[in-house]
């Protein structure tokens, strides 16, 4: 008898640590895909931010200024260690990359030189489980997806900043 709860008590546990969450979306890509099915960038920019949020920014303890996360740029203004950083969140849909725009981060990086900030992307990638949907960069409402962060990268004034993270641009406050 003993052995038997000892048994029914690993499946237990067992299930309880496969948290794993499921889609809601057959294998495969759907026939008919509408468009309120689709995640549209101002979700995948509040998936990013919350991802950013709880895996990132609070656990290494920064403190976030009041009014943000938001949607406007910079979407998250933290400080850690006397530092103050602007972030610009930019989401993808493996394969693709989305940057700032040149234009959008002159601005950015003038306004932060002003005010003594360091300008920041963070470039959150997102692919769905699913191969077919991963491989095809479809993104659906209830879907699952990985996500990658490499890590941020600083903003500069140059012309046309290299916007490509590697070991030597990438930045981990």
């Given at each position: 008898?003993?052995?038997?709860?000892?048994?029914e008590?690993?499946?237990?546990?067992?299930?309880?640590?496969q948290?794993?969450?499921?889609?809601?979306?057959?294998?495969?890509?759907?026939d008919?895909?509408?468009?309120?099915?689709?995640?549209?960038?101002?979700?995948?920019?509040?998936?990013?931010t919350d991802?950013?949020?709880?895996?990132?920014?609070?656990?290494?303890?920064?403190?976030v200024?009041?009014?943000?996360?938001?949607?406007?740029?910079?979407n998250i203004?933290?400080?850690?260690?006397?530092?103050?950083?602007?972030?610009?969140?930019c989401?993808?849909?493996?394969?693709?990359?989305?940057?700032?725009?040149n234009?959008?981060?002159?601005?950015?990086?003038?306004?932060?030189?002003?005010?003594?900030i360091?300008?920041?992307m963070?470039?959150?990638?997102?692919?769905?489980?699913d191969?077919?949907r991963g491989?095809?960069?479809?993104?659906?409402?209830?879907?699952?997806f990985?996500?990658?962060?490499?890590?941020?990268?600083?903003?500069t004034?140059?012309?046309?900043?290299?916007?490509?993270?590697?070991?030597d641009?990438?930045?981990?406050?």
């Open positions: 008898m003993q052995n038997n709860e000892k048994v008590n690993k499946n237990e546990e067992v299930n309880s640590q948290n794993i969450p499921e889609s809601i979306w057959a294998p495969g890509i759907p008919n895909i509408k468009e309120e099915d689709k995640i549209d960038l101002d979700m995948l920019v509040a998936m990013a991802y950013l949020m709880k895996n990132f920014i609070l656990p290494r303890g920064f403190k200024d009041d009014g943000f996360p938001r949607k406007e740029i910079p203004v933290m400080k850690m260690d006397g530092k103050t950083y602007a972030v610009v969140i989401p993808s849909i493996y394969p693709h990359y989305r940057v700032v725009s234009e959008l981060r002159l601005q950015l990086v003038k306004i932060c030189k002003e005010r003594d360091i300008p920041l963070a470039p959150v990638g997102y692919m769905s489980i191969d077919e491989k095809a960069a479809i993104a659906l409402k209830g879907d699952v990985k996500t990658t962060f490499p890590g941020f990268l600083i903003l004034d140059e012309e046309n900043q290299d916007m490509t993270l590697n070991k641009t990438v930045f981990r406050p």
